[in-house]
């Protein structure tokens, strides 16, 4: 039997509880005190994405705003620093339960604050070497040019996007990943690297991993509707915190799934369903040379700008 497995059974703990039973393990004043670290973490870090993407309120971020918003050029350096900042305000309040189970372990060791903060490390250190994707997606697509946006590619390619992301709510490696993550205990229970800051990294990185078989083709959707859209970052946050700790989030992941699967269809079959889900909708599509009261847009001058049909 493992160390934390062994300390686990000493406290008389389930493996297969579920999240909310976490909050019970350890003192009130110790579990609000991780909450409220958490939630701080992740509210400072919705601030600063906000403020993020209302400067860039006028830049494409996603698939569906070429065309109808500037080319985005933000530097790689910039948008890993944004993507950062969104796992944080993203995914931390979904984790927290996680984190908690963790926590009781490091506290029964008679250890400090550093291997809690080294946990997170971890699962954070996962999310922002798989943003090099999203990074590798914008630098492609912020080079496309206005008269993609009337293309048939690019409005079937962002539907194909949407119902893979949906497809996976029902595989096997999404029900896996979602298991562990749904069963704090039971994963602090086989997941035992050993003591101190270096064994909770490395526990960490390991809860990252699945965390992220578990949610990145929902997170993949952003590269459609804006990598900076907060209202579609908002709703899948919240989709992120129903499925690991609502005792009917397993049920939802084939609602979302569905959901999903529809939309992407209704993309392919209609493009004009593109804009108006990437908070484009209704605006001018520019073609060469047309301005929008902040300067000019890709191609040669002299040329009116059209509305999609």
Not at 11 to 22: F, Y
Not at 31 to 51: E, I, K, Q
Not at 123 to 148: D, I, K, N, Q
Not at 292 to 305: I, S
């Amino acid at each position: 039997m493992s160390t934390a497995a062994g300390e686990a059974a000493s406290a008389r703990v389930d493996p297969t509880a579920p999240p909310r039973s976490t909050f019970s393990l350890l003192s009130r004043r110790v579990t609000a005190g991780v909450v409220a670290w958490l939630l701080a973490l992740s509210v400072v870090a919705w601030l600063a994405t906000v403020w993020q993407a209302t400067s860039m309120s006028e830049m494409a971020s996603g698939l569906g705003q070429v065309g109808a918003r500037m080319p985005n050029d933000m530097t790689a350096p910039v948008f890993l620093a944004m993507w950062v900042g969104m796992m944080v305000a993203m995914m931390l309040p979904a984790v927290a339960p996680m984190v908690l189970a963790h926590r009781r372990v490091v506290l029964h060791r008679g250890e400090g604050r550093a291997p809690t903060v080294a946990f997170v490390a971890g699962y954070l250190v996962v999310w922002s070497v798989a943003g090099l994707v999203p990074l590798a997606c914008f630098l492609a697509f912020r080079e496309l040019t206005a008269e993609a946006a009337h293309s048939r590619w690019l409005p079937t390619l962002a539907g194909v996007i949407i119902v893979c992301a949906g497809a996976y709510q029902f595989t096997g490696w999404k029900a896996t990943c979602l298991r562990w993550c749904r069963s704090p205990i039971g994963f602090v229970m086989t997941h035992d690297f050993g003591a101190g800051s270096r064994g909770a990294m490395r526990a960490g990185l390991a809860h990252g991993g699945l965390c992220l078989g578990c949610c990145w083709a929902l997170m993949s959707v952003l590269i459609v509707v804006g990598l900076m859209n907060v209202v579609w970052m908002a709703a899948l946050s919240l989709i992120f915190l129903a499925e690991k700790n609502w005792s009917r989030g397993v049920g939802l992941t084939r609602v979302v799934g569905t959901a999903m699967v529809v939309l992407g269809l209704a993309v392919v079959l209609n493009p004009d369903v593109l804009p108006d889900i990437s908070g484009a909708g209704g605006n001018v599509v520019p073609m060469d040379g047309a301005t929008d009261g902040h300067g000019p847009l890709n191609g040669a001058a002299g040329e009116k700008p059209i509305s999609r049909l």
